[in-house]
């Protein structure tokens, strides 16, 4: 298995505060990934990274922030969390992303269940 | 849009052969991917097809035909266990980011 951790693996928190999510890898991959997974709409992408504080957009960013300053850490932040950001939260890596090869396979981390009430 | 689409749901008896679809837009097509989610865990990486053809890996297969944008997981000698959600995952150049349908469930049944 891929060594990807995410933290914290459950949270409840209220409408209107900032919550932090951790995704920390030891594979030294380049790419990492955030995706939210929601009942009727798969996963989708929320950001993504290619390296040390380079990142970008993913389908549905709006009210989500990331920062990456060390290889091994990407940090999923909502700087005021709402009901419509309850979802179940994965972090993915992979070591490369184009031309296509086995390498650009996405390895998933175990999930950040969140609940915004 | 890149849609992906694949059943929802389906339903096959243990021991048996069971085949899940998947067709996708061809454009900037780069290559895909099959996952299996159980329920409450991470996706897990099943396939990866590029080049058309049948990848064999055990009970499971994955075939690929670029020029119609189709694709489905063949999954033999049906257990138990393997009754999740199967994710197909499609890889397009603008940007190298992965598109997911939505998942087909998975019910075997004794």
């Known amino acids: 298995d891929a060594g990807i951790t995410q933290s914290p693996r459950h949270k409840v928190t209220e409408t209107g505060t900032p919550v932090t999510l951790r995704c920390h890898q030891t594979e030294n991959h380049r790419y990492m990934y955030w995706y939210r997974q929601d009942p009727g709409h798969g996963l989708r992408l929320i950001h993504y990274s290619y390296g040390v504080k380079d990142t970008d957009k993913g389908e549905v960013s709006d009210g989500y922030s990331v920062s990456r300053s060390k290889t091994e850490d990407f940090l999923l932040t909502l700087e005021s969390a709402t009901s419509s950001q309850t979802s179940v939260y994965f972090c993915a890596i992979s070591e490369s992303v184009t031309p296509a090869y086995s390498t650009d396979t996405q390895y998933f981390g175990p999930g950040t269940r969140l609940t915004v009430l | 849009g890149q849609n992906i689409d694949q059943p929802t749901e389906m339903t096959a008896t243990e021991g048996a052969i069971v085949q899940i679809n998947c067709t996708y837009q061809t454009s900037g097509f780069n290559g895909l991917f099959w996952y299996q989610q159980h329920a409450g865990e991470a996706p897990t990486f099943l396939s990866y097809n590029v080049l058309d053809g049948l990848e064999e890996k055990g009970r499971f297969s994955s075939f690929l035909s670029r020029s119609k944008g189709y694709s489905y997981l063949l999954l033999k000698e049906l257990q138990m266990k393997d009754s999740a959600s199967y994710l197909c995952?499609?890889?397009?150049?603008?940007?190298?980011?992965?598109?997911f349908g939505q998942g087909t469930e998975l019910s075997v049944k004794p």
């Open positions: 995952a499609v890889f397009y150049n603008q940007g190298g980011k992965l598109i």
